[in-house]
Structure formats: structure tokens, C-alpha cells
């Protein structure tokens, strides 16, 4: 979605940088400053008539001033003369600095251009991310930055102060303090220069602290450029409300409701950017084709608004005017719809477009059907190659795989070997997982490479054959050349921006996100009775005939595997321990208080369906058996006279050690906090009276998780 920086390029200001200027650029700089200088500083002493001449030497009288005097604010610097003379009709000494060059800085307004590269965003785990960086392709102007200290010795105040000169008008551009939010702009852009986005937005959240001035808009521009790159689309959409565009606003909205798969709130805004993109002529194609791409996203998520033609109509679009990835993304929306979104032919022929326009997750696509389709190995080879050295790990496994049946054994094992580096080609795998094509790939798994660099590598070890090498550098890292990237066009696309159509569907549907907890420790309350069943209804009791049921608390390790579509276990293993104590007895005018004490183990085996509404959010309901084992159980009276003849609530009573019960439920998980709600229905009778039955339920758990 790097896209958006391209509509900013008008507001892109100042990047430091070595600038030698001549001799004569130097003196013109050095005198304005000097001669802005002796007359403020005449001003400020009394000569009141001397503001015609400052406004002369500056472009115009609402240049920025920084206020010293008491408001502590940035001002015109006709304000600034104003709040000067009225604060101090008579005059006030000071002294002011003689600006010198060699002190001074450069700073130049470029002339930018755009190019794409492929590597890392912002470390991004995937190696094949497509990004935007800026270029200087001329200069447009370039600024001397003097700095300066003005006194006010009856104040007894020193002031540091910047004064901005610019080459082309030959005009002072601002007199500000070293924490104006012009030198806050000028050093935001210096971080997005070197790709620092985080300060970079630090400064421009400075730079916008004054309402006055002119710089914000530039400011909320280029923060919701940083945004962007850094992947925080939530406060993408706050500076897109600040910036004051509906088309940014209605985008971001767009993009950040469909990240989190709000899907109604994504559908709303994009019949927003519909209308809005169906108004403005001033956008950009390189722009309008990431907008169609957002566009499709949202029509083609499975919801009550897909719409499959309305979703193909804008990826075509997007592929008329000119964007690579357009094709490779119909190609892998047919991998889900199949033949109700496009025919076949069509869909590959779409991707090799891609492919040829130089768009690199298409190369292995490209060399996958090369190699299970017509069974050109020469040509898969050759894609799997380019697709290599864009950083595809799957691409390597399959060129280092292809050369070793060539012959090429050391090429491509070393291929293989670093396809295995790091943790990439796991990711890959499954974020390829669904765009197979009615296609068998390989590897499957890390395993079916790790096992065929093994076979080999002994090979080698036992042969001592001596193989042609040649540095895998040469086909992994050297850098792809920008024409094959671009051919001809600015194609801005990021495989790992919410509106790549991989991002919707890197995991089969309602899946666990990749940040799934499985584990965890859980702590609750629980409630058992015992229902007696006769002829004439159930009764209801705790162990003790004045209470309705017993209470306890749980504690225990809670095992949650998920697997696709939603569907998983719910288990664990649970310590138990209740606790009750009845009403007032009598016993022969004896009175006591007879209590209960039990510890058990539980193990529940639960059928879950988890809802995956987004990696934060998911409800759940679940179903099956669980099992009791009773420990030890208690009782005993507080009445030193009385005891149990058998304290062992288990023997000679109609309650047993172990139970089993049918159970359902149901919860909701909140980041990595869980709630569950359960219900138990006995189904062991635990009498042994023909007249009746007796069954122990727990009529509620309620258990709190922290999952890890």
C-alpha cells in the first residue's frame, strides 16, 4: 500500500544532505542573514520604522517567528514585530549573534522519483515484500540554516535561534526557535529518508503542535505515509482524518476495517471510495490501481456483500492500467472460486502476464506449472531461478531440487541449503497453501527438503566427487534490476499489506490466527448436586439436605489444539476442591455442625468450534464427556462429642469416586484471556436401589484462563 506516497510527492520537503555551494551563493546567504540581523536588532532597540525593510529581506510578512517575548508560541513575523513594539513601545536592548557560515547547515527541496524494490519492510517476515523508496532525481531548491543567539540582558534571557534562507527566492523562510515545527518538519523528513518512520512520526506529531502553521498539512500527509510503512493502520486512519482528504480517509477506513475483518464496516467505506474514485480525475494510475485492488479485497471476502464479478471487474481494471500484480492476484482468487470467478485459460494466462511484467511471486507459480503442468523442467527451472533471487524460499527448494536432477549437484544443494535458512520457508508454505492450482507442489514441508540435501550431501561424502560450484549469491542475493521490476511502469504492491489478496487468504477460512494459544493455566468456580429421580419427580440436593448444591473452586492446565475450519479439542487436566457445611443438626439434644471436604481430579474431553472472528476476538462452544475422580471426601462435626463411625464420605453413601457426565458450553477469548461457561449431566447412577436413581451434576463451571 506504499501507493499513497505518491499523491504526497507535492509535500515532500527538505532532506539534509551534503550541498556545496558556490562562493557567490555563500555571500548572498551570509549578507540577508546579517542584514536581518542589524535591523531586527534596531527594532528591538526603538527604530520602529525598519519593519517595511525586514518584510523586504524575508518573503513576505507571514513567514514564521518565534515568540520569546511571553506567549511562548510561533507567530507571523508581522505578529512578531507587532507583539515586540507593544510589549516594549520604548525599546529593549539586545544583542543578536553574527550569523557565521561555517556554523551553518544545507538543506535541499528535491526533485523526487519513485522506485520499487523487493526485500525487507520494517523486518517483515517475508523475504518477498515489494517496497517504495524515494529518489533525488534533481534539486529544486536548497536552504541555509544560520543559527543564532539573541540576548535581552535586562530579561536576563538568552535565546537560540534559527534563521532559513532560501537560494532560489533569496528570501529569509522562517526565524524560529530550534523547536519550531519547521525544524521538526525538516527533521522528520530526514528520518523517512533513512527509513526511520518511528522518529520520522515523533517529529511530525511535533511539527503539527502549532495550529498556525502552514506546515500541518504536509506534516499529516507525510506521518500517514510512516503509518503506513510501519503497518499501523489504526493510526493511518487518524491522520487520514487530520490530512482532511476524503479519498484517504475513505481508503484507510477501507484497508483497516478489512485487516481486522470487519467486513460490514469495509463494505460501507468502500462504496465510499467507489464514489469518491468515480468523481476525482487528479489520481494517479500507479495510485487508482491499488485503490481497485482494495476494492476487490473487500468484494471478493466471503460475506453477505461478495460480490465474485464486481471483485474481477476492479483487478482487471487495475491490470489495464499498467499494475503487475493485478494478474497474479486473479490467479489466485481462481485457486479459491475456481471457474464461478474466471475460467481457467484466463487465469493463467493473467498470471504469466504477471510473471513477464516482472512480478515476483508469480515466478514460482510460474515455474510450478512449468515443472506438474507441461513438464518443461528447462523452463520451470529458469522461473524457479527468478523467483530465487526475489527471496522466495519455496522458489530455491524447487531450483535446488531441478538442478540436482540436471547434474548440478553442489549448486543445488547449496540452492537447498538456503532454502532452510531460517524460518521463511515455513511461512511460504503456508501462505501457498491454497493456490496449488489442482497442481501437487514441492516440498510439501521442511522435511522433504532437509531430506533430500541429506541424500545428496552423503552422496557427495561417499564419491568425494568433485562438482562445479558456483556461489549461491549469485542467484539468491544479487539484486533484481528496477527494469524488470518496473517495465516501463510504477507498480506499487506489498504482499504483506492487508489489500494483497494473500492477506485475506493465507489461512483456510474461520483457521487460528498464527499467534493461536494452544495452553494455558485456569483458575474458577464450580457447583455439583445430586438429582434424585423417583416415581413422583427429581430432587434436587447438595451433599446436605438443607442446600441445593455444593461449591468449589478449580485450578488446572487448560489444552486447547485447534485445527482448520474451526473445529478443536478442548481438554485438560483439573485439581477440584469443595467445601460445605450444613445447617444446625441435633443428635439425641446434642447440637453440631457437620461439614464436607473433597478433592478431585477432572478431565475433560471436549469437541470445540472456535468462531476466529479476528487474532484478538474469538467465541467458541464445545461439547462432550467429562470425568470425575473423587480423591478423598471428608466429613466430620465441630461437636467434640459427636464423630462419623466412617468419616470417608465415599463409603456406605450414595456417592462414588468416579463419574463421568455429558457436557456442553461455550466462551469467548479476549487476546489471551479466556473465559469458560460449562454445564454437567451425570451419566453413572450412582444408586443402588432399584426404587430411584441418583445422578451428580455440576449445574455451572465458570473458569477464567490466561492462555500462553
Request: some cysteine.
Amino acid at each position: 500500500m506504499k501507493h499513497l506516497f505518491i499523491l504526497l510527492l507535492s509535500c515532500i520537503p527538505m532532506f539534509s544532505t551534503a550541498q556545496t555551494l558556490t562562493e557567490t551563493q555563500k555571500q548572498e546567504a551570509l549578507q540577508s542573514a546579517n542584514n536581518f540581523c542589524n535591523l531586527l536588532k534596531r527594532f528591538y532597540e526603538g527604530e520602529r520604522t525598519l519593519d517595511t525593510q525586514i518584510y523586504g529581506l524575508c518573503s513576505g510578512s507571514d513567514i514564521s517567528a518565534y515568540d520569546e517575548i511571553k506567549t511562548n508560541s510561533e507567530k507571523t513575523i508581522k505578529n512578531y514585530l507587532l507583539a515586540i513594539q507593544t510589549k516594549h513601545p520604548r525599546g529593549l536592548t539586545t544583542s543578536i549573534s553574527s550569523p557565521a557560515l561555517s556554523s551553518s547547515k544545507t538543506y535541499i527541496e528535491p526533485v523526487v522519483g519513485l522506485s520499487v524494490g523487493w526485500g525487507d519492510v520494517n523486518g517483515a517476515d517475508m523475504s518477498t515484500t515489494q517496497m517504495l523508496s524515494v529518489t533525488q532525481e534533481n534539486v529544486a531548491n536548497i536552504y541555509v540554516v544560520f543559527d543564532i543567539t539573541q540576548g535581552f540582558p535586562s530579561l536576563g534571557k538568552n535565546i537560540n535561534k534559527k534563521l532559513i534562507y532560501s537560494l532560489k527566492t533569496k528570501k529569509i523562510v522562517a526565524f524560529i526557535t530550534s523547536n519550531g515545527s519547521y525544524i521538526n518538519f525538516l527533521n522528520g523528513t530526514m528520518a523517512v529518508i533513512s527509513k526511520d518512520y518511528k522518529n520520522a512520526l515523533h517529529y511530525f506529531e511535533a511539527a503539527t503542535g502549532n495550529a498556525r502553521s502552514s506546515l500541518s498539512k504536509k506534516s499529516y500527509g507525510l506521518a500517514l505515509y510512516c503509518c503506513i510503512m510501519l503497518q499501523d493502520y489504526e493510526k493511518a486512519v487518524i491522520y487520514a482524518e487530520k490530512y482532511n482528504d476524503p479519498l484517504y480517509l475513505s481508503f484507510m477506513k477501507t484497508m483497516y476495517f478489512s485487516l481486522n475483518e470487519k467486513i460490514e464496516e469495509a463494505h460501507t467505506h468502500a462504496i465510499q471510495l467507489e464514489n469518491i474514485l468515480s468523481q476525482r480525475n487528479d489520481i494517479p494510475n500507479v495510485s487508482r490501481t491499488n485503490m481497485y485492488k482494495a476494492l476487490a479485497t473487500v468484494f471478493l471476502t466471503p460475506s453477505s456483500y461478495q460480490n465474485l464479478m464486481k471483485g474481477l471487474s476492479y483487478l482487471k481494471k487495475a491490470d489495464v492500467l499498467g499494475d503487475a500484480g493485478a494478474g497474479y492476484q486473479i490467479f489466485v482468487y481462481w485457486t479459491i472460486f475456481h471457474d464461478d470467478f474466471i475460467p481457467i485459460e484466463d487465469a493463467f494466462t493473467y498470471l504469466e502476464k504477471s510473471a513477464n511484467g516482472g512480478f515476483p511471486p508469480a515466478f514460482y507459480q510460474m515455474g510450478r506449472i512449468a515443472e506438474y503442468g507441461t513438464e518443461d523442467k528447462e523452463k520451470a527451472l529458469s522461473w524457479y531461478l527468478k523467483a530465487a533471487q526475489a527471496g522466495n524460499h519455496i522458489g530455491m527448494a524447487g531450483a535446488g531440487k531441478l538442478l540436482i536432477e540436471k547434474g548440478e549437484k553442489q549448486r543445488g544443494i547449496d540452492l537447498l541449503k538456503k532454502a532452510l535458512n531460517g524460518d521463511t520457508l515455513e511461512k511460504q508454505l503456508y501462505d501457498c497453501e491454497m493456490t496449488t492450482g489442482g497442481l501437487p507442489p514441492w516440498p510439501k514441508s521442511r522435511t522433504d527438503v532437509q531430506t533430500l540435501m541429506n541424500k545428496y550431501n552423503a552422496e557427495s561424502s561417499n564419491t568425494h566427487t568433485n562438482t562445479t560450484t558456483t556461489n549461491v549469491s549469485t542467484f539468491v542475493n544479487t539484486p533484481i534490476n528496477s527494469n524488470t521490476i518496473n517495465n516501463g511502469n510504477t507498480n506499487v504492491h506489498n504482499t504483506s499489506s492487508s489489500y494483497s489478496n494473500r492477506r485475506k487468504y493465507r489461512r483456510p477460512f474461520n483457521c487460528p490466527y498464527e499467534n493461536y494459544h494452544q495452553a494455558g493455566f485456569s483458575i474458577g468456580y464450580v457447583q455439583k448436586q445430586w438429582a434424585y429421580e423417583t416415581e413422583d419427580g427429581t430432587e434436587k440436593y447438595g451433599y446436605w439436605e438443607d442446600s441445593k448444591a455444593i461449591h468449589g473452586i478449580q485450578a488446572g492446565f487448560r489444552i486447547e489444539p485447534l485445527f482448520k475450519y474451526g473445529f478443536g479439542l478442548d481438554t485438560g487436566l483439573y485439581y477440584e476442591f469443595y467445601y460445605s457445611k450444613s445447617k444446625a443438626l441435633d443428635y439425641e439434644g446434642e447440637e453440631y455442625k457437620p461439614s464436607l471436604e473433597e478433592h478431585v481430579l477432572y478431565l475433560p474431553v471436549h469437541l470445540e468450534y472456535r468462531l476466529n472472528f479476528s487474532k484478538n476476538f474469538q467465541l467458541f462452544f464445545y461439547g462432550g464427556v467429562g470425568l470425575d475422580y473423587g480423591l478423598s471426601a471428608k466429613i466430620k462435626t465441630n461437636n467434640d462429642n459427636l464423630d462419623y463411625d466412617e468419616n470417608n464420605a465415599y463409603k456406605n453413601s450414595e456417592w462414588k469416586r468416579f463419574n463421568a457426565s455429558l457436557e456442553y458450553g461455550g466462551g469467548m477469548r479476549i487476546c489471551n484471556i479466556q473465559i469458560n461457561f460449562t454445564m454437567a449431566n451425570g451419566l453413572i447412577n450412582m444408586s443402588e436401589d432399584s426404587d430411584y436413581k441418583v445422578k451428580q451434576n455440576k449445574n455451572l463451571m465458570c473458569i477464567l484462563s490466561a492462555m500462553l
